[in-house]
């Protein structure tokens, strides 16, 4: 099993709609969890940045991260065109070195 | 957000020869870089980390020989794939952490590099 559990999509979404992903993880010493999106043949921009469990919202986007379920979630509201592109989580630990660990990414198509 | 330069952002290069990566960060300083392979439709995978001043520190797996890295100052790293061969042709990436205590990190824009 793999640290870190991410659907691979695609996920194809109408323009307009929210687009949900997540990530589901086993090791429970991580405390930081990011999202990155990654154009095809661009490095990963990061999007959100969230230090242990509660929400962030950050203009269209919201991070959720729940510590006790080992779940965390990306939000896209009002999605583009734009907005298709593969979107990584990640986390890492102080413990560890805070070394990131990725999870595989989702691939998501915005249809205008 | 934080800035990471990479350049070259594609080069290629003959079999044999050594190609030079370099990795900046713009507007601040950065004591670890981290070096990141990635093929095509699959996630990163962490090559080295790269400390200023000190020698990197390579993942199981990764030949130190072949990848060269030097962290000379607290704004610059940089990759060297020595003696390429086309199994090398890959994207790669940097990134940079400004805050020591974090574990937000920034990346650069990645380099493709093509073994022929």
């Known amino acids: 099993q793999k640290e870190v559990e991410q659907d691979p999509g695609p996920l194809s979404v109408p323009e307009g709609a929210i687009v949900s992903l997540n990530c589901t993880y086993s090791n429970s010493a991580f405390q930081y969890f990011m999202w990155y999106r990654q154009y095809s043949r661009k490095g990963p921009e990061l999007l959100m940045y969230t230090y242990s469990s509660g929400n962030k919202e950050d203009g269209r986007f919201t991070a959720q991260v729940d510590k006790s379920s080992k779940y965390i979630s990306l939000f896209i509201r009002d999605s583009q065109p734009s907005d298709s592109a593969t979107y990584l989580c990640a986390m890492s630990a102080r413990a560890a070195g805070n070394k990131l660990t990725f999870g595989g990414g989702t691939r998501v198509l915005v249809k205008p | 957000g934080a800035v990471v330069s990479q350049h070259p952002s594609r080069v290629i290069c003959k079999s044999g020869t050594s190609v030079k990566i370099e990795c900046r960060s713009l507007?601040?300083?950065?004591?670890?870089m981290f070096w990141y392979r990635q093929f095509p439709k699959k996630s990163l995978m962490l090559m080295a980390t790269s400390n200023e001043g000190s020698k990197a520190t390579y993942e199981q797996g990764v030949e130190k020989d072949k990848f060269l890295i030097n962290h000379a100052s607290l704004t610059l790293s940089t990759l060297t794939v020595t003696s390429a061969h086309p199994e090398d042709s890959s994207f790669y990436i940097c990134s940079a952490r400004r805050e020591v205590n974090t574990g937000e990190l920034f990346f650069g824009e990645g380099s493709r590099l093509t073994v022929l």
């Open positions: 507007d601040f300083q950065a004591t670890t």
